[in-house]
């Protein structure tokens, strides 16, 4: 182990070589030190995603209302069939209609188990923080990018957006 290694890992290799207790802390507080430190990170990798793509959405919603491109009403799927009507206008990003963003560049998930007095009345989805991949980690394997859902909704509006995306 180089010493740049022992300052990183906080010399782990000699906190094993004894066995008392103390140097068993020691480790186990340097661990969680540094799985604190990755999981800050990763928060701070995702933000960094989330800021991007809600510039992207908010780039193509500039590009959208100049091109009049028309709002739908944005309707939740369910699990097990049937739909629900919700407050919501905007645009689908994926084809089976199970994510869209509203006309304000909010991003939701629209599928979801649907109770019969649901479906009926209707529901209000949550938004959540716009994915630069939608489907990531999903389980059908559908990863669509963002800009490519966009460019779908409205071919070549990246040449006409107010700025540049990158």
């Known amino acids: 182990m180089t010493a740049v290694d022992d300052a990183r890992f906080g010399n782990e290799a000699s906190s094993t070589a004894g066995s008392d207790d103390s140097d068993d802390s020691g480790w186990a507080e340097s661990r969680r030190q540094a799985a604190g430190q990755r999981a800050r990170m990763l928060q701070e990798r995702q933000n960094a995603e989330y800021a991007r793509a809600a ?13 009049g491109l028309e709002a739908v009403p944005l309707r939740v799927r369910g699990y097990s069939g049937g739909t629900a009507r919700t407050p919501l206008h905007g645009w689908y990003l994926r084809s089976d209609g199970t994510v869209g963003i509203d006309t304000e560049g909010r ?4 599928s979801m188990p649907l109770s019969l ?3 009926l009345r209707g529901v209000r989805p949550e938004s959540q923080p716009v994915p630069m ?7 059908d394997g559908d990863i669509v ?6 460019n779908r909704l409205l071919p070549g509006w990246e040449g006409r957006a107010p700025e540049p995306l990158v």
């Open 133 to 139: 991949t939608i489907g990531e980690g999903g389980r």
């Open 145 to 150: 990018p963002l800009r490519f859902a966009l």
């Open 117 to 119: 007095s649901q479906r």
């Open 55 to 67: 510039r992207i959405v908010d780039l193509f919603l500039q590009v959208a209302r100049n091109d």
């Open 107 to 110: 991003f939701y998930i629209l």
